[in-house]
């Protein structure tokens, strides 16, 4: 199992930036990749990002793509989300997700973290 935890919500004015963090602990030694995911009120949860955990290399939602940016820093087992020019539709709770190399799906969350942007 990998344990996560989101940090770095808040509230932040149309056109501002956040940065989120999610630390990862257990057995990190078998992460394949982690994600960014977001759901708001009402809505389905939905896809926002990944890192690849050993090459580093990202995908990103086209409705992020441009304006978000996902890194890591594998010593630290950490995963940051750096979220710039933020719309109100970025409105929502925040998760971060790992999938194992043994997995198929993301089977570690952690327990999100509110971001809200006001228009």
């Known amino acids: 199992q990998v344990q996560l935890v989101e940090s770095g919500g808040g509230l932040v004015q149309a056109g501002g930036s956040l940065r989120l963090s999610c630390a990862a602990s257990?057995?990190?030694?078998?992460?394949?990749?982690m994600g960014w995911f977001r759901q708001a009120p009402g809505k389905e949860r939905e896809f926002v990002g990944r890192i690849r955990w050993n090459t580093g290399s990202t995908y990103y939602a086209d409705s992020v793509k441009g304006r978000f940016t996902i890194s890591r820093n594998n010593a630290k087992n950490t995963m940051t989300l750096q979220m710039n020019s933020l719309k109100p539709e970025d409105t929502a709770v925040y998760y971060c997700?790992?999938?194992?190399?043994?997995?198929?799906?993301?089977?570690?969350w952690g327990q999100g973290t509110q971001v809200t942007v006001s228009s």
């Open positions: 257990g057995r990190t030694f078998s992460i394949y990749t």
């Open positions: 997700a790992a999938r194992s190399t043994d997995t198929t799906d993301y089977s570690n």
